[in-house]
């Protein structure tokens, strides 16, 4: 898996490289080709022939073209007569040069046998001969550059090289007819393409082998900074943060670095601030829970105070009239004393209540219906009024739902035990699709809604938090006379 990118950017290098010489030996096969099409291989016999055309405007130095200058000069410059034979090939080695006046009459040659002097020739049988230069008016001559007054042409296996003769007066004094033999002929369009297929092959062989090295050792780099980079982010994601990606240089994969690096860093930072949240949450859920225990201890405190040290001291109210009426009134001391074992009755039943208060049945266990039947039974049977209860639709529900239903139901209990003076009581438990509602009705006394609750109501503001742990809607409904509701209802949804 690793060396895949490898591989790829070295196969990638070594198409790109043979393709580019397979596009460039085509263009120079193209190139030969049309090159083959022209004439541009004789165009050095045309600047010959303009060479010859000024050195005879030179040595004539104003004098008029004759017969004889031109077989001196033909004779001086080198040209070797060609002797008269029957096999054309036996002249094809021969450098022909006719000299003409501006009539296209012979005025010297090498090959008098063809071209003898004075002779008026066919122009249009000589090769390559351009007509349309030969009959460029002398006014359009003489006003141009002589070098523009050259012509050249390739003839079979001839080049041929034609140049006007412009002297110093500027006049238009003849032409010069040059053809070069000897000269190997282009190589044809057979051999042109054979050529370049071999160079083509070892082309492609030689830029294989140095286009794999160089791609392999690019690739190789490349493969090296990514595989580092893939470290560390597994390092990462195993939790070791302090790892980061070495920059080298400022391309692409350096770029990508330095954003994985700042990813990295922004991670890090996240990471400390969530381990900081996490120490500040605990901190605050460990204050939280001991103001829970706080408050539940001046709730206890508070219902001791109202309930079991009340209850005490008229215990200790009636031992003392007991001590003091036995040495008067033994009947009345027995009387009290009946009294005396009632109160310590009631404060035990107090305090069995208090502590199941504390130790209620466990909801995990055996679930909110069971438990509300439970303190129900036992409460009519403690205070010795009925309870209708009634629970409709029953299901299992979330703890902390559980837990506030029965906590509040719990305490409604207590505070009919101790303000309401009801003779009957009513707990409905009604499980719907989206809710659960909990309604405990007595017809006690009641009391006055619209009465600022004293600061000791501490069972009433209870269960308003509890309502409020769980998203739950507290109804409470009393008045004089007419007994007292307590509602809550929860959404489940």
């Known amino acids: 898996m690793r060396s895949g990118l490898q591989r790829k950017l070295t196969l990638s290098h070594l198409v790109v490289t043979l393709i580019s010489v397979a596009i460039l030996v085509i263009l120079i096969l193209v190139g030969y080709l049309i090159y083959l099409r022209t004439d541009l291989s004789a165009l050095w016999i045309g600047d010959q022939a303009y060479f010859i055309a000024e ?22 410059v080198g040209f070797d007569p060609i002797t008269e034979t029957d096999d054309p090939e036996d002249i094809y080695y021969e450098d022909w040069i006719i000299i003409l006046d501006p009539e296209g009459k012979v005025v010297g040659s090498n090959d008098e ?112 900074r990514l595989r580092m980079m893939s470290q560390v982010s597994e390092a990462l994601a195993e939790g070791d943060l302090s790892r980061r990606v070495s920059i080298q240089g400022t391309d692409e994969i350096d770029q990508l670095g330095v954003q994985f690096n700042s990813m990295a860093d922004q991670l890090a930072t996240q990471m400390h601030d969530l381990r900081t949240l996490a120490d500040h949450n605990a901190m605050l859920a460990e204050e939280a829970q001991a103001l829970a225990s706080i408050e539940e201890r001046n709730r206890l405190a508070r219902e001791l105070h109202d309930a079991v040290k009340q209850q005490i001291f008229a215990l200790s109210l009636t031992a ?132 600022r609750r004293p600061p000791q109501s501490l069972g009433l503001r209870s269960m308003d938090e509890r309502a409020a742990e769980v998203d739950g809607q507290l109804d409470i409904r009393s008045s004089h006379g007419t007994g007292t509701q307590v509602q809550i209802i929860v959404p489940t949804r």
Not at 60 to 71: I, K, R, V, W, Y
Not at 162 to 185: C, K, L, P, S, T
């Open 55 to 76: 050195d005879i405007a030179y040595y004539l130095d104003g004098a008029p073209l004759s017969e004889q200058f031109s077989e001196d000069f033909i004779f001086d």
């Open 113 to 224: 046998f063809r071209y003898s002097l004075g002779s008026s020739l066919d122009l249009e049988q000589l090769p390559g001969f351009d007509l349309d230069l030969f009959q460029t008016p002398a006014s359009e001559l003489v006003s141009e550059d002589p070098y523009d007054l050259v012509a050249y042409a390739v003839e079979g296996k001839d080049h041929i090289g034609m140049a006007a003769i412009i002297n110093y007066e500027n006049e238009h004094i003849g032409w010069i007819f040059y053809r070069a033999g000897g000269v190997d002929a282009p190589v044809s369009s057979t051999q042109t393409i054979t050529a370049l297929v071999v160079v083509l092959i070892s082309a492609a062989l030689i830029a294989t082998l140095i286009s794999g090295i160089a791609g392999g050792w690019l690739s190789l780099s490349f493969s090296r």
């Open 320 to 451: 003392n009239s007991v001590r003091q009426l036995l040495e008067k009134d033994t009947g009345l001391a027995t009387e009290r004393l009946a009294q005396l074992e009632e109160q310590a009755q009631d404060v035990h039943l107090e305090m069995d209540a208090l502590i199941k208060q504390l130790r209620p049945a466990s909801l995990r266990d055996q679930g909110l219906t069971p438990a509300i039947s439970e303190i129900a039974k036992k409460w009519e049977i403690q205070h010795e009024i009925p309870i209708e209860l009634s629970i409709r639709g029953e299901r299992e529900l979330p703890l902390n739902i559980e837990q506030a239903l029965y906590r509040i139901a719990q305490e409604a209990l207590n505070n009919i035990a101790r303000h309401a003076k009801a003779g009957q009581i009513s707990i409905v438990l009604e499980y719907d699709t989206n809710q659960v509602s909990l309604c405990v009705k007595d017809n006690g006394m009641g009391f006055d809604l619209d009465a």
